[in-house]
């Protein structure tokens, strides 16, 4: 069976690069949110998944529902599928909370947020693993930093050491990960999380988790071929 994980439709804040991590926001998928959702009709096994998941988020909860069809299994709700809390950084510009992250350490929370970085992407990892729980196929429908970090993991090259920015992760564009490989990519992630905690311990702040070069935070190209050009140049994190 397969595990297909995939970032909701945009909205109007997203496009704005806007960063909502609190669920209670109302934030729905805008008009282009509605349209982006053919992609997966024409990307996901729709007629034989047997358990849809998605975040607390409108956004990720509206996109499984207009996938999934009616009439629908029960869509189940993972909070572990949220996308980070942003804390004070809520609703503002995603540069402001890069430039925040670029200057502290992916092990510390932002102000007002209950988690860090690397708290929040092992809370998500955490959530897609027991995805194994359910019967397959299954679809997660989650946020960007997730998605971004799988389809990063999927990219890397041997050593690469887990970035402090990714590329941003493209809309309604399932990553579809294999039954038997799931247990080991988020294991493999999930030390590579290790390894950027004990960094971040050894060089106590500072400028740490660059690319794997070490150069300047990644201001990376496409994550996927579909991606529109207004998506490029923005770090992602
Ligand atoms: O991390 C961000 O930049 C935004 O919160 C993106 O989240 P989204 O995938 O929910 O749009």
Redesign the pocket.
Known sequence: MTTHVL??G??D??RR?????DPARPIHLNEDGRQALTRGWSSLPLHSVRTWMASE?P??QQTANLLMGVPGPELIIDPRLN??D?GDFEGGP?LD?AAWLDEHRADERPPASAESQIEGIRRMLTGVLAALDHPGPRVLV????L?SVLLWHRARTPDQAMPLFFP??P?VEPIAIPDEELPEFIGTLMNDLEGAERRAADTNGGRIFRNGNDSAVATVDSASPSHSQDQKDLP??
């Open positions: 970032r909701h945009p909205t804040y997203s690069y806007l960063v909502n991590g988020f956004r990720a996308e980070l942003y995603f909370y989650a946020h960007g930093l998605v941003e992760a809309y992602h994190a």
